[in-house]
T-cell receptor
Framework: SQELEQSPQSLIVQEGKNLTINCTSS?????LYWYKQKYGEGLIFLMM?????EEKSHEKITAKLDEKKQQSSLHITASQPSHAGIYLC??????????FGAGTRLTVKP | ETGVTQSPTHLIKTRGQQVTLRCSSQ?????VSWYQQALGQGPQFIFQ???????GRGNFPPRFSGLQFPNYSSELNVNALELDDSALYLC????????????FGEGSWLTVV
């Protein structure tokens, strides 16, 4: 069963376009992590959000956590082919483990 | 570069065999977790070790077992392999404390035939 729902499952965008990926939790999060994964490889840490209403940015990627700490969004501005991959949100429910969504596969067309 | 190293990177086993996967954690990390990721899915939590003791387990049968060593390296053992065990196995290490980043290795691809 998925405690975390990600949407969309896949996304194809033209280079230069903006995009948003959403992650919704069935219960309040202690922390929310965003990772990027190239097919068949390990997870690359992007950002971690803990406080309600928190927003973080790194280069052209911005992640937000809502006030209730049950929803997060990842926004990419002016997408590039290097942004292509699978984006995973991971939830820390303070159970000493991380639960993941199913992932969003992003394709950026040149 | 996450500082978490896994071996082997790829292996093929026959149904019914046993496999051991290894993980070398980032220096100073006392917590290691293992995940199974099937194609097209997110990683599924198998179990976590903290200071050499199992500290939480996901919905996996007892034939999935693990060890954490004093130097915080870790093993995942799977007995009586089944075809559905074919997946990418990921190791993640961290310092156990609120808000600390969790670092993942590149994973071990296991194919069961």
């Amino acid at each position: 069963s998925q405690e975390l729902e990600q949407s969309p499952q896949s996304l194809i965008v033209q280079e230069g376009k903006n995009l948003t990926i959403n992650c919704t939790s069935s219960k309040t999060l202690y922390g929310l992590y965003w990772y990027k994964q190239k097919y068949g490889e390990g997870l690359i840490f992007l950002m971690m959000l803990q406080k309600g209403g928190e927003e973080k940015s790194h280069e052209k990627i911005t992640a937000k956590l809502d006030e209730k700490k049950q929803q997060s969004s990842l926004h990419i501005t002016a997408s590039q082919p290097s942004h292509a991959g699978i984006y995973l949100c991971g939830a820390d429910y303070n159970n000493n483990d991380m639960r993941f969504g199913a992932g969003t596969r992003l394709t950026v067309k040149p | 570069e996450t500082g978490v190293t896994q071996s082997p990177t790829h292996l093929i086993k026959t149904r019914g065999q046993q496999v051991t996967l290894r993980c070398s954690s980032q220096s100073g990390h006392n917590t290691v977790s293992w995940y199974q990721q099937a194609l097209g899915q997110g990683p599924q939590f198998i179990f976590q070790y903290y200071r050499e003791e199992e500290n939480g387990r996901g919905n996996f049968p007892p034939r999935f077992s693990g060890l954490q060593f004093p130097n915080y390296s870790s093993e995942l053992n799977v007995n009586a392999l089944e075809l559905d065990d074919s997946a990418l196995y990921l190791c993640a290490s961290s310092v156990r404390a609120a808000g600390n980043t969790i670092y993942f290795g590149e994973g071990s691809w296991l194919t069961v035939v």
